[in-house]
């Protein structure tokens, strides 16, 4: 695991040094530079039941501008988790840590450790909830979900889809983009990297990615 986190850093400061080739981006969104690093977040206590009511609303603000989400009603118990995570500022000053851009379209954020297998230190997984149907397109462009390892076992990790991608429906749908959808399709329009046999910085569907993201702070609302 510690190998990734050393993977994602080298590849951060490697950005800054090289220069790539990536396709043409959307001039009004502007991303200052990342400073975050990988660390090991604070604890937080899980909730052990459904907040009553609800939030409404989680905003994002990165390095790149502010993401804010309405949140589905029908993930009562994800929505109350995510909320006591960005109360605990778990998110504040980490990096996303994946983008995939072939088949699959989600920027994946949620893992200050950048290990790719970060959640919660003494939570555990908890269930699934509003599942899509099994069906083309069934995570459209805006939805924001739960990353998984399997059934139950959500914690932290969540992706931002920018384009319609088809999953297997075992990904807890908890909100949709309602501001910033256009800074996570600037986001991926840069690409993703990883390195290559040879130690160099190349261009993937499944990586890092090439603009590094930060979430400088969150908040429930």
Not at 126 to 139: G, I, Q, S
Not at 166 to 186: A, C, E, F, R, S
Request: hydrophobic share 40%; net charge positive.
């Amino acid at each position: 695991m510690k190998k990734i986190a050393i993977l994602v850093a080298s590849i951060v400061a490697a950005t800054s040094l090289v220069t790539m080739t990536a396709p043409a981006a959307n001039a009004a969104v502007k991303c200052a530079k990342a400073t975050a690093k990988a660390h090991t977040p604070g604890k937080v206590a899980q909730p052990t039941k459904a907040a009553n009511p609800l939030p409404k609303k989680f905003t994002f603000t990165t390095n790149c501008g502010v993401i804010e989400v309405s949140l589905n009603s029908k993930a009562p118990i994800t929505i109350t988790s995510l909320a006591a995570l960005i109360k605990g500022k778990y998110y504040d000053n980490s990096l996303c840590h994946r983008l995939t851009t072939q088949g699959l379209f989600v920027l994946q954020c949620g893992d200050p450790t950048l290990t790719g297998a970060g959640n919660p230190t003494g939570w555990k997984g908890y269930l699934d909830e509003n599942l899509p149907k099994n069906a083309t397109n069934n995570y459209p462009t805006g939805t924001v979900a739960m990353a998984n390892s399997g059934p139950g076992t959500n914690g932290s990790q969540v992706f931002f889809v920018y384009d319609n991608t088809t999953l297997g429906p075992n990904y807890t749908i908890w909100g949709k983009i309602t501001k910033g959808l256009d800074i996570v399709q600037y986001i991926a329009k840069q690409g993703a990297i990883t390195q290559d046999a040879n130690g160099k910085i190349v261009y993937a569907g499944d990586g890092f990615t090439a603009q590094p993201v930060q979430i400088i702070s969150a908040k429930v609302s």
